[in-house]
């Protein structure tokens, strides 16, 4: 939704009527995660994608006979990867898409929500996709962390037990389907709610102020991350050498970390890079990295010998070894780069492959589904 929120904004201030299509589910080797969304617009323009192509002209069609009857439809597409080719999902994967009319009359809170998530402010949006009563299906509810929930999916019971689900998905930044019992009983089944967190753009910390980190700030910010870079030398951290990034912070390293970790900047999305190269800066501040459960990635760029001496350096200091354990140094994929950006490269291929599980093999050279099974929350 958020790829497609600009377009979606325009016609919904116009007035207009749209057709929005939303993956909800995913199974085995489907090519777009729950939250892809694609617009049919007033004017039969089509806008994003639910499948990278694959049924799209399907769902297409959905969306203007949805429009037309008002009535939201859960559609399931994909077969076996044998007979893939006579449904249109040549991946073999299977989506659930659900698709809805949306305009100033059926979604209201579009605008509310809309300036939340431009502002980086996080919010959650819960919509009934699949319950025994129709009169269900469509139905929203708003939910902001310490604001009161705004709108019902149908009944008190059913917004209390999704409100605890969707702020608990919001804070770790996922979307999700969830199953409950018609009116929201948590071991029951028949109602289907799809969960869409729009959390602020996970954080890039980027220390060092070199050459690399501008190709590796670039790189951030082209993935979606909201890119810090931070060097304690005014004269190298300038917004003129890091365009890219989303602020330059002239301080200590590891003061910084601690400061923003206090501040409670820090969360599990939160990836970090040390690309200093100097002691007097990386082992302060990875001294307080490494000790920071929050963080999903700590990686050091350096050369074996400055690995080596790095790794004595942080025993010195107290450190243990599951605490070192944590650090990715070398830094990067081995990709045989040379230059600032297939360093980068490099670097944000470690990230990608330790966010999904991925092995960092060629795909050539590996068996099975090229991504891993990925299935709906219970």
């Known amino acids: 939704m958020r790829d497609v929120l600009s377009e979606l904004m325009e016609w919904w201030e116009a007035g207009e009527t749209v057709g929005v299509g939303t993956v909800v589910a995913t199974f085995q080797s489907a090519p777009r995660p729950a939250g892809a969304s694609m617009l049919v617009g007033p004017d039969g323009a089509a806008v994003g994608s639910v499948s990278g192509g694959c049924v799209e002209g399907a769902v297409y069609d959905l969306a203007e006979t949805v429009v037309s009857s008002g009535e939201p439809v859960l559609q399931r597409y994909g077969v076996s990867d044998d007979d893939a080719f006579a449904v249109g999902l040549t991946c073999g994967g299977i989506l659930d898409v659900f698709v809805e009319k949306v305009s100033r009359e059926t979604f209201p809170e579009l605008g509310d929500i809309a300036a939340d998530i431009e502002a980086g402010r996080?919010?959650?949006?819960?919509?009934?996709?699949?319950?025994?009563?129709?009169?269900?299906?469509?139905?929203?509810?708003?939910?902001?962390?310490?604001?009161?929930?705004?709108?019902?999916?149908?009944?008190?019971?059913?917004?209390?037990?999704?409100?605890?689900?969707?702020?608990?998905?919001?804070?770790?930044?996922?979307?999700?389907?969830?199953?409950?019992?018609?009116?929201?009983?948590?071991?029951g089944e028949g109602m289907r709610v799809f969960v869409w967190a729009f959390a602020p753009k996970p954080r890039l910390l980027v220390f060092g102020a070199i050459d690399f980190a501008a190709a590796v700030a670039r790189v951030g910010a082209f993935l979606g991350y909201h890119v810090t870079v931070c060097d304690a030398r005014p004269v190298f951290a300038t917004t003129s050498r890091f365009p890219d990034a989303d602020e330059v912070v002239v301080d200590w390293p590891h003061r910084y970390l601690k400061a923003e970790h206090e501040a409670g900047r820090i969360d599990p999305r939160t990836v970090l890079t040390v690309l200093t190269h100097d002691p007097k800066f990386d082992v302060p501040l990875l001294e307080v990295a490494l000790r920071l459960p929050e963080l999903a990635y700590v990686g050091a760029m350096g050369s074996r010998r400055t690995h080596d001496d790095r790794l004595a350096r942080l025993r010195e200091a107290g450190l243990t070894d599951d605490e070192i354990a944590r650090l990715s140094s070398p830094i990067g994929l081995d990709l045989g780069a040379r230059t600032p950006e297939e360093t980068a490269i490099s670097i944000a291929a470690e990230i990608i492959a330790g966010r999904w599980g991925g092995s960092g093999e060629r795909l050539a050279h590996t068996e099975g589904r090229i991504h891993g099974e990925t299935t709906p929350l219970a």
């Open 122 to 187: 996080p919010v959650a949006l819960a919509t009934v996709i699949e319950h025994p009563d129709p009169a269900w299906l469509g139905r929203r509810l708003v939910l902001r962390p310490d604001q009161p929930a705004t709108g019902s999916l149908g009944s008190p019971r059913a917004d209390d037990a999704v409100r605890d689900d969707a702020i608990g998905l919001l804070a770790a930044g996922h979307n999700a389907t969830l199953t409950y019992g018609p009116d929201g009983e948590r071991r």
